[in-house]
């Protein structure tokens, strides 16, 4: 298995805008198809902030991950959050290959690039895979209602 930019296989824009829309629109019901894809292409010219790489092997794509200014859905209880960035966003793993590890290659790959771009700390909000980013380190900074689910808001600060 790879991590790569986006960039590098931009073809890989259109299936994982699928996936993630897929994944995520109940939680974020304003968000749309065209909007995750149009997220992705513009991450598919950028190497640096925001960005999006990807986990490839034999030419399959496995899973992504992003590095992005703002992430947080909009809502009273979040707007004391919103003033937050940068944020890892859209880590996802193809199902037949969750478990392996592919997850956290993708985070580690985001927090080393995060690092060499000089950020100090990153944020990321997550329904339900608290325990995947305690695991990779990531501290736990607070819990918010949304949409009926409880978002946890989370960071990971790195040495200057
Ligand atoms: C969450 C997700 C990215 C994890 O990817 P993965 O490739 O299965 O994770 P890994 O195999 O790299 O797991 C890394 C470690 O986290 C642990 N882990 C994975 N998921 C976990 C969970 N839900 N709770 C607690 N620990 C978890 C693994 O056991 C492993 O521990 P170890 O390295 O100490 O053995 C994947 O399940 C996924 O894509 N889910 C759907 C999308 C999603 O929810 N993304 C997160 C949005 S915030």
Redesign the pocket.
């Known amino acids: 298995m790879q991590i790569k930019f986006l960039a590098h296989y931009p073809h890989f824009a259109t299936p994982l805008a699928h996936y993630h829309y897929a ?1 995520w629109h109940d939680l974020l019901p304003l968000w749309s198809y065209e909007e995750a894809l149009t997220e992705l292409e513009n991450h598919a010219h950028s190497l640096d902030l925001p960005t999006t790489i990807v986990a490839v092997e034999h030419k399959q794509l496995l ?1 992504s991950a992003s590095l992005i200014i703002e992430d947080l859905p909009e809502s009273e209880l979040l707007s004391k959050y919103a003033s937050l960035s940068p944020w890892l966003a859209n ?3 193809i199902p037949s ?10 985070v580690e790959a985001i927090e080393h690039h995060a690092q060499k771009l000089k950020i100090l700390q990153l944020y ?6 608290a ?6 380190g990531w501290s736990r900074l607070a819990q918010v209602p949304h949409q009926q689910q409880i978002l946890t808001i989370m960071s990971k600060t790195f040495a200057p």
């Open positions: 994944e899973g880590v996802y793993v290959r969750r478990g392996q590890g592919v997850g956290r290659a993708l990321l909000f997550t329904e339900d895979q325990g995947f980013y305690d695991r990779l």
